[in-house]
C-alpha cells in the first residue's frame, strides 16, 4: 500500500467549532508531516512527527493542535480558526532515517472552509 | 538559509515538443533536490530526486532532471510533452543540516497544448 489517505475531503466549519482533520498511512513511514496550501501557492510547513514525537512546529497558532496516536496516523485538531484559515490541508508522510533526502509521499488533502 | 527559485510562473508547450522547468537552488553544504508534481484539487506526488552520483537523474512518466553545481540549477526536462503533463510543478531543497525541512518553490504551470 503506497497510499497516504485523508478524511474529510471537504470540510466546511465556523469560527467556533472543533473539527479534527485524519491522515493514515501504511507504508511503515516513521516520518509525518501537517502542511496548509494556498491556492496556486507552494505547501507551507506546519508541524513535523517523527517516531510519533512532534520535532518540528513552525510556529504554528495554538487553534491548529497536532497529534499523532500511532505510527500509522496522524490527525490535526482545529479549534476557533478564523477565515484566513481557509486552504487545503495536506499530510505527508516519508521514511525514517535521514530525512533530509527522502521522498514525502502526500495525501489527496482536505480542502478546508472556514465561514 | 536554504532557498530555491523557480524563475517561470508558467511554461507553455506543444504536444510532442520538448519542455523544460527551470529551478535554480540556495543552500549551504551539499543540496537534496527534488521535482513535486501538483494536479489540480490532489496532493503532491513525487517524481524525481537528486541526492548524489550522476548529475542527470531520470523519475516518473518520462521525466528527468540535471544537477548542475556550478550553475545551483536542477531543471527538469521531458522530451516530448503529453498535454496530460499539465500541472503545477514544484522544485524543493533540503539539506543534512536542515533535517526534516524541505523548502519548496514557489511553482511552475505547465500547460501543453494538443
Known amino acids: 500500500d503506497t497510499e497516504v489517505t485523508q478524511t474529510p475531503k471537504h470540510l466546511v466549519m465556523g469560527m467556533t467549532n472543533k473539527k479534527s482533520l485524519k491522515c493514515e498511512q501504511h507504508?511503515?513511514?516513521?516520518?509525518m508531516y501537517w502542511y496548509k496550501q494556498k491556492a496556486k501557492k507552494p505547501p507551507e510547513l506546519m508541524f513535523v512527527?517523527?517516531?510519533?514525537?512532534?520535532?518540528i512546529n513552525e510556529s504554528v497558532p495554538s487553534r491548529f493542535s497536532p497529534e499523532c496516536p500511532n505510527s500509522s496516523l496522524l490527525n490535526l485538531h482545529l479549534h476557533a480558526l478564523q477565515p484566513e484559515d481557509s486552504a487545503l490541508y495536506l499530510c505527508?508522510?516519508?521514511?525514517?532515517?535521514?530525512?533530509?533526502?527522502?521522498?514525502?509521499?502526500f495525501g489527496p488533502g482536505t480542502r478546508l472552509t472556514v465561514l | 538559509a536554504q532557498s530555491v527559485a523557480q524563475p517561470e510562473d508558467q511554461v507553455n508547450v506543444a504536444e510532442g515538443n520538448p519542455l523544460t522547468v527551470k529551478c535554480t537552488y540556495s543552500?549551504?553544504?551539499?543540496?537534496?533536490l527534488f521535482w513535486y508534481v501538483q494536479y489540480p484539487n490532489r496532493g503532491l506526488q513525487f517524481l524525481l530526486k537528486?541526492?548524489?552520483?550522476?548529475?542527470l537523474v531520470k523519475g516518473s512518466y518520462g521525466f528527468e532532471a540535471e544537477f548542475n553545481k556550478s550553475q545551483t540549477s536542477f531543471h527538469l526536462k521531458k522530451p516530448s510533452a503529453l498535454v496530460s503533463d499539465s500541472a503545477l510543478y514544484f522544485c524543493?531543497?533540503?539539506?543534512?543540516?536542515?533535517?526534516?525541512?524541505?523548502?519548496f518553490g514557489a511553482g511552475t504551470r505547465l500547460f501543453v497544448k494538443a
Open positions: 505527508a508522510s516519508s521514511q525514517a532515517g535521514p530525512p533530509s533526502y527522502n521522498e514525502q509521499f
Open positions: 507504508m511503515g513511514h516513521r516520518a
Open positions: 512527527y517523527s517516531y510519533e514525537k512532534l520535532s
Open positions: 543552500v549551504s553544504g551539499n543540496p537534496y
Open positions: 537528486y541526492i548524489t552520483g550522476d548529475n
Open positions: 524543493a531543497v533540503s539539506h543534512l543540516e536542515g533535517g526534516f525541512k524541505t523548502i
